[in-house]
């Protein structure tokens, strides 16, 4: 062999990348290039997928995706395993294969790498979005990116974009809510923390600290019938652009570089295999122009649950045609279809090199052609960096944020004295504190329960009896003996770990009982009565919610004098909750979505549309009438929001004056500080269109800011809303901001402006 020859164009790392990819895409065989577009898992059900069928099937499909995470949560993976099957496998694909291609390592770290023992775990979608705070989420994110890197991971399968439009829905707690503007805000905050400032270029190859970010679950997921996971969203245009797709907008903006379906269908067709909502939608109307990656199984439904599709093949063309550019977990099979359906004319090759196209872009973006494979990850500093003091000090700022004040009558905070029972099942249950999308087992997960937080921050006696399972009695009696010898009885409530579904037992791996269900969003009866037998000891009892829902907490909301929402507040959450209880930290968290009063009473959002009450409205109770609305959320101290004003500020020169969506309007309002504990408020305006040529919500939330304030202290908060975000997509026109006057609300002040 010719030493001196020049390595192939594709292997040139001063080439430029289209060049790359044409000399590679050149040289590929059909074989290759189904390969290229199919993943398979290698998680830690290691009797299923190791690493060695990983390597068969890429000898023999040529596949350019793994996934050697731990799926599923039955074991922690160490940081040194997941690092050495990436290594091992990436060695293999480097070296061993005709052309060399690098694999592109997928994972879920939705909350931090949570798969990973030792991992920094942040709060859970719900949790997050309940600090209102982009900056924050950012910042958290760029951990995220950091830890996923360090183990050789290259895209993360989020952020989660689904607007979580019922509570009954067991993914709800991946969501940000049901705003879609805070979802939009907080998603694109996230897409920014992922990947930077953006992914590079084969010439300038992206930080190595950043991850291809995956907005899910395109293009609406989060509204499924009875709340049932992946049962239809069968809604009309009108909701599905204005509810759903509008925060995939936002991420898209954000620059986001993959998208992944959703598993349910709309009007009858199934995202995988909707060429309108994928080609169509995703790519042409919204401009996305990088790759669509499958949901795990999401093209095996299309024949086997959908039945749109008469056979396997017939789903991998459909999916192929409708724009899916990788199938995820597709194995082998997936990649002989795909080879099979071209051989006989029944997919074009062209749609397949578009697809590699898409796959190569980034794995030459990234830089992984030109990286060492033996330096794909390091297993010492991914020990150092999972967990990293400096991260979990950024999870304890956005769990410390998140927590949600929904009662107190004057008991919290406490003083730091108080002799204290703690109980319930979450109250020293780490795993169910990180919530789903975590290992199922705390084996090695780093940070404080509830119960071991208290315990630190108290200088009086901890007594604990957890009382009852999550829905079975223990020892409800213990309990109530423990309570009454205490100053205060700090109760840690709610769900176990779930995800989907609540939770299958060959997933969880762990019994996760009858609770959750989604019929049911009360506490179960066990939780209940340690509630009402602990309470009637007299003893003040702290509420204490680690949940990923909304839950139905009428009688507490009565009876007990304080309740925080924790949410699944991940490693730190058990310092956060008891900063909280103890006044270190001043509760500052605003709920992301509305807590209803009854499952009755569903949907519940604070932006429903307008609509009549032909019977009158004295006979007719209030549509939103939730036991605690979105927003809501007490401080330590009293705040005082005065002195609203909006004008509307003119746009680029010479289109300002004409087109109301160029404008922005600019709101003010004066928050003062009125008690006597620094605190920080969260400024929200919510706008209603007066008039409009279709029905519009209430009211919507377009714009927030927060403000922390030392007592007496007053700002004024200036929150700009582009007019843009007060129109709406009108069917068959498109996005419109009409001409008219909007009403603004912020707090308990109103004013209206005219576009
Ligand atoms: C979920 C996705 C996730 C994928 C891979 C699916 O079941 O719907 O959100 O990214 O699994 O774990």
Redesign the pocket.
Known sequence: MDDRAEPPTYRQGGASTDERIDDLLDRMTPAEKAGQVTGTWAGTLRETHDLDDVKAAIDERHLGFAAPFG?GGALATTPEDAVAAVEELQTYAREETRLGIPLLFSV?AVHGHAYISGATVFPNGLGAAATWDPEGIEAAAAVTAREVRATGAHQN?GPTVDVGRDPRWGRVFETFGESPHLVGELAAAKVRGYQGEDLGDSAAPSDPDRVVATA??FPAYGEPERGEDASPVDVSEYKLRNTFVRPFERALDAGVASV?PS?NSINGEPSHGSAAHLDGLLREELGFEGHVVS??NGIRHLHEDHRTAADHADGVRQAREAGVDVA?VGHAPHAERVVELVEDGDLDEATLDRAVRRVLRVKFDLGLFDQDPEDTADEAAAVETLGASAHRDRALETARDSMTLLENDGLLPLSGDEDVFVGGPNADDLVDQLGGWSVARDDGVPGETIREAIEDATAGDVAYAPGTTLDEPVDVDEAVRGAREADVAVLALGEGWYI?EFGPEALAGSETGDWPTRGDLRLPEAQRELVRRVHETGTPVVGVLVAGRPLIVDWMAEHVPALLMAYFPGTEGGVAVAETLFGGNGPSGRLPISVPRDEGDLPQYHDALAHPTPIGADEHPDSYDPLYPFGHGLSYTDFETTDLRATVEKGAEGKGAADPAERTVRVAVEVSNVGDRAGTETVQVYASQRHASRVRPVRSLVGFDRVTLDPGERERVEVPVPAERLGFHKPREGRVVESGAYRLDVAEESTTVDL
Do not use: T
């Open positions: 799926w879920d399968y899910k679950h992944m598993y949901d795990w995820s989907h």
